[in-house]
Each structure stands twice: as structure tokens, then as C-alpha cells.
């Protein structure tokens, strides 16, 4: 080993030319912790065999050998081999020989594609208008599939889940209560605090009374309980019925002779029809007293005016407006959300994906139908 | 096959460790060995609590009482940093595989590769690839999600995980139930393999009398809570505890422990 430092001075591996043949010399740990410096050295090892394609590689001086090292050196043979070169290991064990061979056994026919990396597009509007054909049949799809299982279910009362339903009506409606009081309480009061704000200047305080009256019970009422839900029970029916699709719990069912859709998704769009009308109903009354509490220690209006000036504004129609919204709103959160949940796939990230779709979904088609209500209440007089 | 090392210092000592859940102990004071080098097989009844032991030991499950210690260190006496640094020499297969869902094969592979190692990503690929043909699966497969996967795929891309880091020692619960026997049979000439060339220690939770008797030193048995059969496959052959005998002797067993004398 005349010039043994030439090219390579690793404590690693050591190389030199001496009479036409590439001697190496590996030593110490050959293993994963310092596989980088390995792949560097026999990185410069394989190109030095351009020059002399003989390499011999002695391995005497090797104290821990693994998986890691016994690739690169079969690496290095396949490089100097697809050279037209040659590499002799000498000076191995027996028992690193055969993870050497172990190694060598190893095709790597196929170059594994590179792994996709996270994709940074800009959101595809036209891809999300085109995927909402599909998701509109999907849609189509459970409601007829739920009516068929509610008429079932009608003439067979026995088959229906009624403990299922009770204790779904006691999470999605009981448990709801504080927060959605709490909520419409707020915005209550804000929209009366800024009304009051905003129109004394015209000296218009009573007519905020009106304002605040139809405005909470045609719209904020039913929209701010039907986004409530959306987020609180929409997000969790899709992820209940995902995780049971994720571990074969539907199949399952579906095996043992039992429609998912009477079992499973009925009595859980049934409940949120049932509750959004009775939320949304409490919630109006929230919102009316938080900005009746505005109204009288804000603008200085007596208790009794403001609840006779929101007698006259708040006709009946009013009211049923905002309830008759309520329980088709109710529908298409409950469909949205368990179709969502039936169309996750094997992983967590997919389990994700669609209850994040579901919600963004529902509240999407409450805005949409809201639209569409309005234009049809106007059509009818109410 | 190399024999399990009896003078050096075991890797797992377990002493009179207790464990239960609720008002029941599923283990009651069990001691039991790991030596280094050695193929271990922890055979027992569904529910003995196999899979509750090496829970215990590494450290997913609390004990009640006893002491365990890996490679020389008590667990209980180490800090979080110090146990990170243990736990990164043994590797695991779960029972159920436990793959990482939102990555594909051959990123559940490189996970802890990438974390603990300074690879170059043509390395890492390489690597991931040679485990996985070791394991019997291929770069295609290495592509798969794991919900894409058979149950028998599951398991080897699970080992495969297991494997990644070259460990000195693996806990495997039940590398070999549902493969077919001939990969079953790969799987475990894969294990001596590995035993012979890296001089792995394995601790094998197994129904498998095949794997028992071909790549085993060491057997031990629980049941009623604790080991009741501790030695080679000859003998548990004359063995006296009941389970014991109907297990190795009974209609199944008896093909295997009949021509011994051997192993
Ligand atoms: N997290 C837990 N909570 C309560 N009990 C448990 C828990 N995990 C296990 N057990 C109980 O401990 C006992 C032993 O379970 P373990 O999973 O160890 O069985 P095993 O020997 O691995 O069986 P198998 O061969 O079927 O895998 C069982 O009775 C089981 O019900
Ligand atoms: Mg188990």
C-alpha cells in the first residue's frame, strides 16, 4: 500500500493502485450510522475503477457489518460490474458473506418511483365544480336509499333502532344546547349593538327592533345552528361511519344480512332532522334576548317597548319561515355527512380528508339552500 | 443454528413482573431471560397473555410489580432521552402489523430511517427495496398503500418496519400466522438468516409449531399467568404440565415432537 492515503483517507476505507489492480482496504463499523460516509468513499472508490476496472476489496479490518454496508459493497459491485470491471471481496467472514449474498439476491428490477411529494397546486375550482356532479348523484343516491329504509322501517316499526335513536337525539340535540345558546346569545347582541349603532344616527332606533326581529328569525337563527351542527355533528357522523368503513365494521353488517342505511344512517339523519327545527328554535329565542339585553342597557329602550315593537315587526310567516328550513337543512347535513364517512378508504389521512369535505360541504349546500328558499318564500308571498 | 450465549449478560431480564388490568392479573410474577444471540419462542393459549408480556416489556403496558431491564439498563431508572436511545436498538412487529396508513409501504419502511439516520434518498430507497425482497415482497409493492395490502403482505411489510434499522434485537408477535406454509417457511429461514448474520436476538410470540422447532433455541410456555415450560423443543416433549402436553403431544404436536430426539 505504497500511497494508500491517495485518493480516499477515510477511517472507513482506504484505496490505491498498485500494479494495475485498485486495492481497498475497509475497517472499522460498516453499518447504518455511518452509511453517508460510505456512500461517499465507495462513491470515489467506483470512480476511480474507471481507471483500473480490477478492484479487489479487502474486508479483514471490519468490525460490525449490517444490512446497510452489505448493500453499498453490493452496490459497488454492480457499478464496477456494469463497467465491465470486476470486484474481488476478500478477507470476509463467513457470516458477512452471507448477508453479502443475502444482498446480492436483491433485484432492484423495478427503480421504486420517486415518492410524491406533498403537492402544492392552487385549489382546482373547475375539478371541485366537476366533482360535484358525482357528488350530487352520491347524494341522490343515500336520500333514495334512506327513503326506502324509513318505509321499511315504517312498516316494520319493530326493526327500528329506537334506543340507537334516543341516545343519538341525547349527543346531536341535549348536548348541543350550551354552546348553541351561548352562540346565538352573542350574535344576538352584536347585531343589536351594531343596528343601534349604526341607525341612531337616523334617529331610526325603533326600526332596529324590526331588523334584528325578521332578520333572526327568517335567517341568522337557522343559519348559525345549521353551521353549528354541521361542524359539531356532521364533522363527527363522518368520522364514526369512516373509521367503522376503515375496519370492516360496515361489511361486516352488510354480511350478516343488516342494511347499513336502516341501521346505521337512519336513525342518525333522523335525529339531526329532529333536532336542527327544535336548536334552531332555541337559538332564535337566544338571539332575540341577547339583543333584547342590547336593546335595553345599550340604547336605553324599556323591556316593554322592545318586546311590543318586536311583536309587530315578528309576524307568524317569520316564523315559520325559519322552521320550515330547519329539517330540510338537517337532511342535507345528515346525508352529506354520511355520505362522506361511506366513501372513506383504508387510511387515516382519507378519514381526514372527508370530514373535512363534509363540513365544508354541508355548510356549502346550507348557504345554497338557504338561497333557494329565499327566492321561493318571495315566489309564495311569506 | 447458534445457541443462545449463557454467560453474557442477558438482553431482557424480567423479574417477577405483574400485570392485570382491572381487578385481574394476566401475569403474575414472571422472570424470564433473553439471551444474546438467541431465537426465543413464547408459545401459549390464545388470551395467556403473550402479546400483554411484550407489551410490558417495551413499555406499552404499566406493571404492577417486578422489574424489567433491556440490554443492561433498567427501564424505570432511565430518562425519556436515554429510553429513546434504547428503544431505537430493538425493533417491533405488532400483532396486527400496526403500518402507518397515510404512508405507502415503502415509506412506513424509511420512517425511522430518515429519523435517526443521514441518508442519501437513492440509499434510503435502495435499502427500503433489498428489506423489502428479503421480506418476500417487491419495489411494486413498496408502492402500495397498506390498506392495499393482504393480511399475509401486512405482516412481511410490518417486518419488514421492523427490520429497518438492522436491530440488534426484534420482538415479533406472530411473524408467521396468516402466511401460507411455504411463506411461512421463508419467513422463518429469513429469521435464521438474520440470526445467523447479524447475530440478532429475537423474541418470537408464536402459535407455529414449524417455527418452533426449526428456528428456536429456546421455548418458553405461559400459562395460568406465568411460565410454566422453559427449554428446548425436546423438552417439551416430556414435558408433564397439561398444556404443555396436549399442545406438543396432542393431535397436531405429535408429527413434530415424534421424530425428535433430534432437535
Ligand atoms: N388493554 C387491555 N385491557 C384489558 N384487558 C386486556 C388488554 N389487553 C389484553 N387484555 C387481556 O389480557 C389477556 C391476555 O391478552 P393477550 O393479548 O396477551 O393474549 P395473547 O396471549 O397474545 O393471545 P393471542 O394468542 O390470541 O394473541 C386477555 O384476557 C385479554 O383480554
Ligand atoms: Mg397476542
Redesign the interface.
Known amino acids: 500500500m505504497a500511497a494508500a492515503d491517495l485518493a480516499g483517507s477515510d477511517t472507513l476505507l482506504t484505496f490505491a493502485v498498485s500494479r494495475g489492480r485498485l486495492l481497498a482496504r475497509a475497517r472499522g463499523d460498516w453499518?447504518?450510522?455511518n452509511?453517508?460516509e460510505l456512500?461517499a468513499g465507495l462513491a470515489r472508490l467506483a470512480h476511480a475503477s474507471r481507471q483500473s476496472p480490477r478492484v479487489s476489496i479487502d474486508m479483514s479490518g471490519v468490525t460490525a457489518f449490517?444490512?446497510?454496508g452489505a448493500?453499498?459493497v453490493e452496490?459497488l459491485r454492480r457499478d464496477i460490474a456494469a463497467a465491465g470491471g470486476k470486484l474481488a471481496v476478500a478477507g470476509i467472514s463467513a457470516?458477512?458473506r452471507?448477508?453479502l449474498d443475502?444482498?446480492a439476491?436483491?433485484?432492484?428490477?423495478?427503480?421504486?418511483?420517486?415518492?410524491a411529494g406533498p403537492r402544492f397546486a392552487l385549489p382546482d375550482t373547475v375539478g371541485a365544480l366537476a366533482a360535484l356532479r358525482g357528488d350530487a348523484a352520491a347524494f341522490l343516491v343515500m336520500a333514495g336509499a334512506l327513503v326506502e329504509a324509513s318505509a321499511r322501517a315504517i312498516r316494520r316499526p319493530r326493526s327500528f333502532r329506537l334506543t340507537s335513536t334516543v341516545h343519538q337525539f341525547d349527543r346531536v340535540a341535549w348536548q348541543a344546547v350550551p354552546i348553541i345558546l351561548m352562540i346565538t346569545f352573542l350574535i344576538g347582541a352584536i347585531i343589536a349593538q351594531q343596528g343601534f349603532f349604526q341607525f341612531r344616527r337616523f334617529g331610526a332606533d325603533l326600526y332596529v327592533v324590526n331588523m334584528i326581529g325578521f332578520l333572526i328569525m327568517r335567517e341568522i337563527g337557522v343559519l348559525l345552528v345549521a353551521i353549528m351542527v354541521a361542524g359539531r355533528t356532521g364533522s363527527s357522523y363522518t368520522a364514526e361511519l369512516g373509521s367503522m368503513k376503515?375496519r370492516e365494521e360496515i361489511d361486516a353488517l352488510k354480511t350478516m344480512g343488516f342494511d347499513p342505511v336502516e341501521i346505521l344512517i337512519l336513525p342518525r339523519v333522523l335525529v339531526i332532522v329532529l333536532a336542527l327545527p327544535a336548536l334552531t328554535f332555541i337559538g332564535s329565542m337566544a338571539a332575540l334576548f341577547g339583543a333584547g339585553l342590547v336593546a335595553v342597557f345599550y340604547a336605553g329602550m324599556s323591556p316593554d317597548l322592545y318586546i311590543s315593537q318586536l311583536r309587530e315587526a315578528i309576524s307568524l310567516d317569520h316564523f315559520k319561515v325559519g322552521l320550515i328550513k330547519a329539517p330540510f337543512i338537517g337532511a342535507v347535513i345528515g346525508i352529506i355527512a354520511c355520505a362522506e364517512g361511506l366513501k372513506v378508504?383504508?387510511?387515516?389521512?382519507?378519514l381526514g380528508e372527508h370530514t373535512t369535505t363534509s363540513v365544508v360541504k354541508s355548510i356549502f349546500m346550507i348557504i345554497v339552500l338557504d338561497g333557494l328558499f329565499a327566492l321561493f318564500f318571495s315566489g309564495i308571498g311569506m | 443454528m447458534a445457541a443462545g450465549n449463557a454467560t453474557a449478560p442477558p438482553i431482557v431480564r424480567v423479574r417477577d413482573l405483574t400485570v392485570g388490568f382491572g381487578a385481574k392479573n394476566v401475569l403474575e410474577g414472571v422472570s424470564l431471560d433473553v439471551r444474546p444471540r438467541e431465537i426465543l419462542g413464547v408459545v401459549g393459549g390464545s388470551g395467556s397473555g403473550k402479546s400483554v408480556l411484550m407489551r410490558t416489556i417495551i413499555g406499552l403496558l404499566p406493571k404492577r410489580a417486578g422489574s424489567v431491564e433491556l440490554f443492561g439498563h433498567d427501564v424505570d431508572r432511565l430518562d425519556a432521552a436515554e429510553l429513546r436511545l434504547v428503544e431505537r436498538r430493538f425493533g417491533v412487529l405488532f400483532q396486527h402489523g400496526a403500518l402507518f396508513s397515510s404512508l405507502t409501504v415503502m415509506e412506513n419502511i424509511q420512517f425511522q430511517m430518515r429519523e435517526v439516520l443521514d441518508l442519501s434518498q437513492r440509499l434510503l430507497d435502495e435499502i427500503a427495496v433489498a428489506k423489502l425482497e428479503m421480506v418476500g415482497l417487491s419495489a411494486a409493492d413498496g408502492r402500495k398503500w397498506p390498506a392495499e395490502l393482504s393480511g399475509g403482505m401486512t405482516k412481511r411489510a410490518a417486518m419488514a418496519r421492523a427490520l429497518a434499522l438492522d436491530p440488534e434485537f426484534v420482538f415479533l408477535d406472530e411473524p408467521t400466522s396468516g402466511l401460507d406454509p411455504i411463506s411461512a417457511g421463508e419467513v422463518d429461514d429469513m429469521i435464521a438468516t438474520l440470526q445467523a448474520t447479524l447475530g440478532l436476538t429475537v423474541f418470537m410470540v408464536t402459535h407455529d409449531l414449524e417455527s418452533l422447532r426449526t428456528v428456536c433455541d429456546r421455548i418458553v410456555v405461559i400459562a395460568d399467568g406465568g411460565i410454566v415450560a422453559d427449554g428446548t423443543m425436546a423438552d417439551m416433549a416430556r414435558h408433564q404440565h397439561p398444556w404443555v402436553k396436549s399442545y406438543f403431544r396432542g393431535r397436531r404436536g405429535e408429527a413434530f415432537v415424534a421424530p425428535a430426539g433430534r432437535k
Open positions: 453499518t447504518c450510522q452509511a453517508r456512500e449490517d444490512t446497510f448493500w453499498l452496490r457470516v458477512n452471507a448477508l443475502e444482498m439476491a436483491v433485484s432492484h428490477r423495478e427503480p421504486p418511483a420517486p415518492p376503515m378508504r383504508g387510511s387515516a389521512a382519507s
